[in-house]
Protein backbone atom coordinates (compact mmCIF):
# COMPACT_ATOMS: atom_id res chain seq x y z
CA UNK A 1 0.00 0.00 0.00
CA UNK A 2 1.48 3.39 -1.23
CA UNK A 3 1.58 5.52 2.81
CA UNK A 4 0.48 9.50 0.94
CA UNK A 5 1.38 12.28 3.74
CA UNK A 6 -1.20 14.76 3.81
CA UNK A 7 -0.57 18.64 4.59
CA UNK A 8 -2.44 19.67 7.34
CA UNK A 9 -5.35 22.54 7.83
CA UNK A 10 -5.70 24.19 10.85
CA UNK A 11 -7.96 25.72 13.06
CA UNK A 12 -6.81 27.97 15.87
CA UNK A 13 -7.43 28.15 19.57
CA UNK A 14 -11.50 29.94 19.89
CA UNK A 15 -12.71 30.83 23.46
CA UNK A 16 -16.37 30.49 21.70
CA UNK A 17 -15.65 27.21 20.26
CA UNK A 18 -17.49 24.47 22.73
CA UNK A 19 -14.91 21.57 22.12
CA UNK A 20 -11.01 22.52 22.14
CA UNK A 21 -11.61 25.74 22.30
CA UNK A 22 -8.21 26.89 23.44
CA UNK A 23 -6.67 24.45 21.36
CA UNK A 24 -4.91 24.57 17.74
CA UNK A 25 -6.47 21.73 15.56
CA UNK A 26 -5.01 20.13 12.46
CA UNK A 27 -7.43 18.37 10.16
CA UNK A 28 -8.34 16.49 6.83
CA UNK A 29 -11.32 17.70 4.75
CA UNK A 30 -13.72 14.47 4.46
CA UNK A 31 -14.00 14.88 0.40
CA UNK A 32 -10.15 14.97 0.42
CA UNK A 33 -9.99 12.16 2.71
CA UNK A 34 -12.64 10.59 0.51
CA UNK A 35 -10.36 10.92 -2.89
CA UNK A 36 -6.78 9.99 -1.54
CA UNK A 37 -8.40 6.78 0.17
CA UNK A 38 -8.40 4.70 -3.15
CA UNK A 39 -6.21 2.76 -5.91
CA UNK A 40 -3.94 1.48 -3.02
CA UNK A 41 -2.81 5.07 -1.22
CA UNK A 42 -3.36 5.36 2.49
CA UNK A 43 -3.12 8.81 2.96
CA UNK A 44 -1.87 9.46 6.40
CA UNK A 45 -2.70 13.69 8.13
CA UNK A 46 0.94 15.52 9.17
CA UNK A 47 0.83 16.93 11.87
CA UNK A 48 2.64 20.13 12.55
CA UNK A 49 5.67 18.99 14.74
CA UNK A 50 8.66 20.41 15.71
CA UNK A 51 11.43 20.39 12.18
CA UNK A 52 13.40 17.13 14.01
CA UNK A 53 10.60 15.33 14.26
CA UNK A 54 9.06 16.24 11.17
CA UNK A 55 11.88 15.32 8.98
CA UNK A 56 11.77 11.91 10.86
CA UNK A 57 7.96 11.29 9.95
CA UNK A 58 8.07 12.36 6.11
CA UNK A 59 10.71 9.99 5.67
CA UNK A 60 8.24 7.21 6.23
CA UNK A 61 5.59 8.57 3.04
CA UNK A 62 6.25 7.76 -0.42
CA UNK A 63 4.82 11.10 -1.47
CA UNK A 64 2.73 14.36 -0.73
CA UNK A 65 -0.46 15.64 -1.30
CA UNK A 66 -1.07 19.49 -0.39
CA UNK A 67 -4.17 20.38 -0.01
CA UNK A 68 -6.38 23.21 0.09
CA UNK A 69 -7.65 25.59 2.68
CA UNK A 70 -7.08 28.94 3.88
CA UNK A 71 -4.76 31.72 2.01
CA UNK A 72 -1.17 31.90 1.15
CA UNK A 73 -0.13 34.89 3.55
CA UNK A 74 1.66 37.75 0.88
CA UNK A 75 4.56 38.08 3.08
CA UNK A 76 4.85 34.79 2.22
CA UNK A 77 5.92 35.68 -1.21
CA UNK A 78 7.35 39.47 -0.40
CA UNK A 79 4.41 41.49 -0.41
CA UNK A 80 2.34 43.59 1.75
CA UNK A 81 -1.72 43.02 2.22
CA UNK A 82 -3.77 44.39 -0.25
CA UNK A 83 -4.99 47.99 1.85
CA UNK A 84 -8.45 46.89 3.54
CA UNK A 85 -7.76 43.12 2.57
CA UNK A 86 -10.33 41.01 4.19
CA UNK A 87 -7.79 37.75 2.91
CA UNK A 88 -4.89 37.97 5.36
CA UNK A 89 -3.26 34.28 5.04
CA UNK A 90 -2.06 32.12 7.53
CA UNK A 91 1.69 32.75 7.93
CA UNK A 92 2.02 29.45 10.59
CA UNK A 93 0.50 26.97 7.93
CA UNK A 94 2.45 28.15 5.17
CA UNK A 95 5.97 27.72 7.03
CA UNK A 96 4.54 24.53 8.46
CA UNK A 97 3.89 23.27 4.84
CA UNK A 98 7.48 24.62 3.14
CA UNK A 99 9.02 22.70 5.36
CA UNK A 100 6.59 19.40 4.05
CA UNK A 101 7.58 20.77 0.41
CA UNK A 102 11.29 21.40 1.16
CA UNK A 103 11.64 18.15 2.38
CA UNK A 104 10.04 16.60 -0.32
CA UNK A 105 11.67 18.25 -3.00
CA UNK A 106 15.05 17.96 -1.83
CA UNK A 107 14.35 14.11 -1.40
CA UNK A 108 12.54 14.01 -5.09
CA UNK A 109 9.54 12.50 -3.67
CA UNK A 110 6.35 12.92 -5.80
CA UNK A 111 3.79 16.22 -5.07
CA UNK A 112 0.15 16.77 -6.05
CA UNK A 113 -0.55 20.22 -4.70
CA UNK A 114 -4.24 21.39 -5.30
CA UNK A 115 -5.45 24.57 -5.26
CA UNK A 116 -3.99 26.46 -1.84
CA UNK A 117 -0.95 23.76 -2.61
CA UNK A 118 -0.51 24.27 -6.41
CA UNK A 119 0.10 28.40 -5.15
CA UNK A 120 2.13 27.15 -2.68
CA UNK A 121 4.68 24.78 -4.74
CA UNK A 122 4.35 28.42 -7.03
CA UNK A 123 5.63 30.47 -3.84
CA UNK A 124 8.25 27.72 -2.96
CA UNK A 125 10.26 28.38 -5.99
CA UNK A 126 10.19 31.84 -5.74
CA UNK A 127 6.57 32.71 -7.47
CA UNK A 128 4.04 35.44 -6.54
CA UNK A 129 -0.22 35.38 -5.97
CA UNK A 130 -2.53 37.69 -7.12
CA UNK A 131 -4.01 38.52 -3.36
CA UNK A 132 -7.11 38.46 -5.04
CA UNK A 133 -8.42 38.10 -8.40
CA UNK A 134 -11.63 40.07 -8.23
CA UNK A 135 -9.52 43.21 -7.12
CA UNK A 136 -6.01 43.00 -8.80
CA UNK A 137 -7.76 41.23 -12.45
CA UNK A 138 -10.33 43.23 -12.90
CA UNK A 139 -11.24 41.53 -16.57
CA UNK A 140 -11.21 38.02 -15.27
CA UNK A 141 -14.12 35.68 -14.82
CA UNK A 142 -16.10 34.61 -11.34
CA UNK A 143 -13.32 32.00 -9.75
CA UNK A 144 -15.14 32.17 -6.37
CA UNK A 145 -18.40 32.12 -4.63
CA UNK A 146 -19.05 31.61 -1.01
CA UNK A 147 -22.75 30.50 -1.65
CA UNK A 148 -22.09 28.85 -4.77
CA UNK A 149 -18.79 27.48 -4.04
CA UNK A 150 -17.83 24.18 -5.39
CA UNK A 151 -20.62 24.52 -8.39
CA UNK A 152 -18.73 27.34 -10.37
CA UNK A 153 -17.04 25.44 -13.54
CA UNK A 154 -15.05 26.86 -16.43
CA UNK A 155 -13.00 25.97 -18.99
CA UNK A 156 -9.58 24.81 -19.01
CA UNK A 157 -7.03 25.05 -21.79
CA UNK A 158 -4.53 21.96 -22.32
CA UNK A 159 -1.80 22.74 -24.33
CA UNK A 160 -1.28 19.45 -26.54
CA UNK A 161 1.70 18.88 -25.90
CA UNK A 162 1.66 19.21 -22.16
CA UNK A 163 0.78 16.59 -19.40
CA UNK A 164 -2.83 17.17 -19.17
CA UNK A 165 -3.67 16.91 -22.65
CA UNK A 166 -1.91 13.55 -22.84
CA UNK A 167 -4.21 12.52 -19.94
CA UNK A 168 -7.62 14.06 -20.87
CA UNK A 169 -7.09 13.73 -25.19
CA UNK A 170 -10.03 12.03 -25.71
CA UNK A 171 -13.09 15.08 -24.61
CA UNK A 172 -13.68 17.95 -26.83
CA UNK A 173 -13.71 20.90 -24.17
CA UNK A 174 -12.29 21.01 -20.29
CA UNK A 175 -14.17 21.84 -17.79
CA UNK A 176 -13.20 22.34 -13.92
CA UNK A 177 -14.85 23.70 -10.56
CA UNK A 178 -13.61 27.10 -9.37
CA UNK A 179 -13.22 27.47 -5.69
CA UNK A 180 -10.23 30.23 -5.38
CA UNK A 181 -9.65 33.84 -5.25
CA UNK A 182 -6.02 33.68 -5.53
CA UNK A 183 -3.70 32.91 -8.45
CA UNK A 184 -0.60 33.03 -10.25
CA UNK A 185 0.78 36.49 -10.69
CA UNK A 186 4.57 35.54 -11.85
CA UNK A 187 5.36 31.95 -12.33
CA UNK A 188 8.24 30.19 -9.75
CA UNK A 189 11.63 29.20 -11.57
CA UNK A 190 11.57 26.09 -12.95
CA UNK A 191 7.69 25.69 -12.85
CA UNK A 192 5.38 25.74 -15.89
CA UNK A 193 2.00 26.66 -17.02
CA UNK A 194 0.02 23.32 -18.00
CA UNK A 195 -3.02 24.79 -18.24
CA UNK A 196 -4.69 27.99 -18.70
CA UNK A 197 -8.27 29.61 -17.95
CA UNK A 198 -8.92 30.76 -21.72
CA UNK A 199 -11.12 33.69 -21.02
CA UNK A 200 -8.71 35.12 -18.58
CA UNK A 201 -5.15 33.65 -19.01
CA UNK A 202 -4.81 32.71 -15.72
CA UNK A 203 -2.56 30.01 -14.55
CA UNK A 204 -5.14 26.17 -13.88
CA UNK A 205 -1.98 23.87 -13.53
CA UNK A 206 1.52 23.68 -13.31
CA UNK A 207 4.16 21.49 -13.01
CA UNK A 208 8.30 21.26 -12.33
CA UNK A 209 9.58 21.52 -15.19
CA UNK A 210 13.37 19.81 -13.90
CA UNK A 211 12.78 15.94 -13.12
CA UNK A 212 10.13 13.06 -14.51
CA UNK A 213 6.74 15.08 -16.09
CA UNK A 214 4.28 15.48 -13.43
CA UNK A 215 6.18 14.38 -10.61
CA UNK A 216 5.52 17.50 -8.56
CA UNK A 217 2.21 19.16 -10.17
CA UNK A 218 -0.16 21.67 -9.44
CA UNK A 219 -3.74 22.26 -10.13
CA UNK A 220 -5.85 25.04 -9.51
CA UNK A 221 -9.16 23.22 -9.01
CA UNK A 222 -10.82 20.63 -6.87
CA UNK A 223 -10.88 17.38 -8.14
CA UNK A 224 -11.94 15.64 -4.72
CA UNK A 225 -15.60 17.85 -4.69
CA UNK A 226 -16.41 16.72 -8.23
CA UNK A 227 -18.29 13.82 -6.75
CA UNK A 228 -20.69 16.53 -6.09
CA UNK A 229 -21.14 17.99 -9.33
CA UNK A 230 -19.67 15.73 -11.85
CA UNK A 231 -21.83 17.05 -15.02
CA UNK A 232 -19.32 17.66 -17.75
CA UNK A 233 -16.29 18.12 -15.98
CA UNK A 234 -13.26 16.46 -16.81
CA UNK A 235 -12.39 12.97 -15.04
CA UNK A 236 -11.21 14.12 -11.22
CA UNK A 237 -9.02 10.29 -11.42
CA UNK A 238 -6.35 11.03 -13.97
CA UNK A 239 -3.85 13.28 -11.76
CA UNK A 240 -3.99 11.09 -8.78
CA UNK A 241 -3.50 8.29 -11.37
CA UNK A 242 -0.69 9.75 -12.47
CA UNK A 243 0.59 11.19 -9.18
CA UNK A 244 0.37 7.27 -7.87
CA UNK A 245 2.39 6.54 -10.50
CA UNK A 246 5.47 7.82 -9.26
CA UNK A 247 5.04 6.93 -5.36
Known sequence: MKKIG????????????????????NY??????????RFGAFPVLIPNLDEEE????LSSFDGFVLQGGTDIAPQSYGESPLPNSNWP??????????????YAIKNRKPVLGICRGMQLLNVYFG????????????????HRDAVEYDRIRHRVEFPKDKLLYQLHHKTDEYWVNSVHHQGIKQLGESLEAIAFSPEDSLVEALQLSDG???KV????????FFRHHPEGLIDPDQVYHHFLSFC
Open 6 to 25: VSACFVYPDPNRNVFGPKTL
Open 217 to 224: LGVQWHPE
Open 127 to 142: GTLYQDIATQCPGAIL
Open 28 to 37: LEQDMARYLF
Open 212 to 214: ETG
Open 54 to 57: LDKF
Open 89 to 102: GDPIRDDYEMKVLD
